[in-house]
């Protein structure tokens, strides 16, 4: 089976665009940019093909300052995004507006839509509505993808009463929901489209449920599934089912460590900024200089850096330092520059060292810029005071595992509270808040259901009481505090407002140690260990990617089957007194992993060895929603503003 590359199919999605760009100015929404960032080679590629200017959606006050005008927006035209562009619009001087767009327009087809634009831009105006084919992808990796508009999502958590939103299907949803699981399914349909995919849709978990039955059941799937020839199995599984997989500190993965600690690019998700001041002149230690452009970690036009993060991704800490040094050295060679090879140790100091042979060759900088970008990364992070924290979270979620086993929850709770100090009581190796949360999901996703009663209510008081007064104490709230308390000063923040946003947490704690109680298979991650064998995590994608692979192929209990049509259903119904085989994930050529919620590095690498050994010549995509490090998987389970309605027009 040839299944086109990943990234061959990214940068499809912007023909369209690139075809429109000469002489116009092309304004993209945020998922755009970081789509075209990771996968369609950055705004030069449409200043190379004859754009006047790329700029931001929703854009400043100036107006497009151009006759012609391409919107390139992730989802629908609607809400907030509808706005922005009756903006630009509405500034006067637009004659030519093009939309490239996804998903479905709401309401309306493109005829409408042309009409609603030219109305915008007033008398005389021109306008052109084109439909995207692939979806915006943001191609993080040879095998991972992420899709960039929908970095929100996450599959709600069912509370005390019982089921969750979730269990009654795509109708019971809350309506923000609703229209994300639309636009998901609509992208999958366009991306496998582009691969020529007919699939078989699995889930695990509630929301992957609905996903997968509506993948199954809506139109444009099934025509395309007549007539594609490329057999495909798509296995959704929930993240909310596995918390520990998203905020534990596994491991010894490099370019987990770097997007961790690392501040944001400004208006990304994913990629982060690097400091490239070492490259430069400029004398400053200034860690916030913004005077010289920071660096990143895409680099789609650059094979070596290209080769370089996949090294970061996939191989352990050590070796990659290694693999980083070769690529310096090999670079430096090329380049005639005086470089002394040293072997052993790598240090982030010796690979500074290396670095500023290039620093005042300018040819030389040019040729391996993003090469330097990702070494400068790897030196950055591994000189970053938040690294020895890495390791002391990495040794207490051992020490976790082994409690659980062997206490209930109350007195891991009480191990926690003598921790919990105050702004003025912390030093920088203490824990923070947000680190808190990090071990508190930790500790109840890991533990599962929970004995409730009255020892258990005192013990999360106790650690209540010790967080509120944490964060009344603090000086300045940081951007995740302020969401979760919804005060951005600690001025207007009273000590009821952070007692609800500290109840409004263990409600969620409390919901997430219930969320695999419906699971028969896959109800536990925790291995409690024996006198032999320490307590151990066993991931629950691991799990699933293990039953997939299992050459026994029994039934699988928690993995279902969605079935598209009556030829589906009666295989799998009459299976049990007909010679029918029910569809197996694991029977076709390509495997897609669709995490619901967010993936992890570790996790990618995971999916990707345990495939390769146990079910070798099968091809493996992981897709998600976003890539997570343990603090922005906090900010996705406990910020307010997850998946508000975009009414804003």
Not at 157 to 173: K, N
Not at 191 to 212: D, H, K, P, Q
Not at 541 to 555: A, F, G, T
């Amino acid at each position: 089976m040839v299944v086109p590359e990943l990234q061959w199919v990214c940068r499809q999605a912007w023909e369209t665009v690139l075809a429109r760009a000469p002489r116009a100015v092309v304004f993209l929404d945020a998922a755009s940019a970081e789509a075209l960032h990771w996968g369609g080679g950055g705004a030069g590629e449409l200043l190379a093909a004859g754009a006047l200017a790329v700029r931001a959606l929703p854009a400043e006050a100036a107006g497009a300052g151009a006759a012609r005008v391409v919107f390139v927006v992730s989802g629908a035209l609607r809400g907030g995004t509808a706005a922005a562009v009756r903006g630009v619009l509405g500034q006067g001087g637009v004659r030519h507006c093009v939309l490239v767009f996804g998903g479905e327009a709401e309401g309306c087809g493109p005829a409408e839509l042309e009409e609603t634009l030219r109305r915008w831009m007033g008398e005389g105006g021109r306008a052109e509505v084109v439909p995207r084919g692939p979806p915006l992808l943001a191609p993080v990796s040879a095998e991972l993808c992420l899709l960039p508009a929908l970095a929100a999502l996450l599959p709600p958590l069912s509370g005390p009463g019982g089921p969750g939103p979730a269990e009654g299907g795509l109708g019971a949803l809350p309506a923000e929901l609703r229209v994300a699981v639309r636009a998901l399914v609509g992208d999958l349909d366009a991306f496998f489209t582009a691969l020529g995919l007919r699939e078989e849709s699995f889930a695990v978990g509630a929301l992957s449920r609905v996903i997968a039955a509506e993948l199954a059941s809506c139109a444009p799937a099934r025509n395309r599934r007549r007539t594609a020839t490329n057999k495909a199995s798509v296995i959704f599984v929930d993240r909310t089912l596995d918390l520990v997989g998203a905020v534990g500190h596994h491991g010894d993965n490099l370019a987990e460590k770097v997007l961790s600690v690392l501040p944001k690019l400004p208006g990304h998700k994913t990629d982060v900024m690097v400091n490239m001041v070492e490259l430069t002149a400029l004398q400053t230690t200034d860690e916030t200089c913004s005077i010289i452009a920071p660096g990143c970690l895409a680099q789609p036009n650059d094979p070596a850096a290209k080769a370089l993060w996949e090294s970061f991704m996939n191989l352990k800490q050590k070796e990659a330092v290694m693999e980083a040094r070769r690529h310096l050295v090999e670079a430096a060679s090329r380049e005639n520059l005086p470089i002394k090879m040293s072997m052993g140790r790598v240090t982030p100091e010796q690979l500074s060292s290396y670095i500023q042979l290039f620093r005042n060759n300018l040819k030389a900088l040019e040729n391996h810029c993003g090469l330097l970008q990702l070494v400068l990364a790897a030196v950055q992070t591994l000189k970053h005071p938040q690294i020895s924290k890495w390791d002391n979270f990495l040794a207490f979620e051992r020490l976790l595992l082994q409690t659980i086993g062997e206490s209930e929850m109350p007195s891991v709770l009480n191990q926690l509270l003598p921790m919990i100090k105050s702004y003025d009581k912390r030093t920088k190796y203490d824990y923070t808040f947000e680190d808190f949360l990090v071990l508190l999901v930790y500790m109840y996703s890991v533990v599962g259901e929970i004995k409730s009663g009255k020892e258990l209510d005192a013990a999360e008081e106790e650690v209540k009481k010790a967080l509120v007064k944490a964060i009344n104490d603090e000086q300045q709230l940081s951007p995740l505090l302020q969401k979760i308390t919804g005060c951005d000063s600690p001025l207007n923040l009273t000590s009821q407002k952070a007692t609800d946003a500290v109840d409004s947490i263990f409600r969620s704690l409390r919901d997430i140690a219930r969320a695999r109680m419906h699971m028969k298979q896959f109800n536990s991650i925790h291995n409690p260990g024996s006198n032999t064998h320490q307590a151990s995590y066993k991931p629950l994608l691991k799990q699933v990617v293990e039953e997939i692979c299992n050459p026994d192929r029994p039934d699988p209990v928690d993995i279902e089957y969605m079935s598209s049509g009556l030829t589906d259903l009666l295989k799998t119904g009459f299976s049990m007194f007909m010679k029918v085989n029910r569809p197996h994930p694991g029977d076709h050529p390509l495997l897609i992993i669709f995490m619901v919620g967010g993936v992890t590095i570790s996790e990618v690498k995971m999916v990707k060895d345990l495939v390769a050994t146990r079910k070798p010549g099968t091809q493996v995509i992981v897709l998600s929603s976003a890539l997570l490090t343990p603090h922005s998987a906090i900010e996705l389970l406990f910020a307010t503003d997850r998946l508000q309605p975009d009414t804003d027009i």
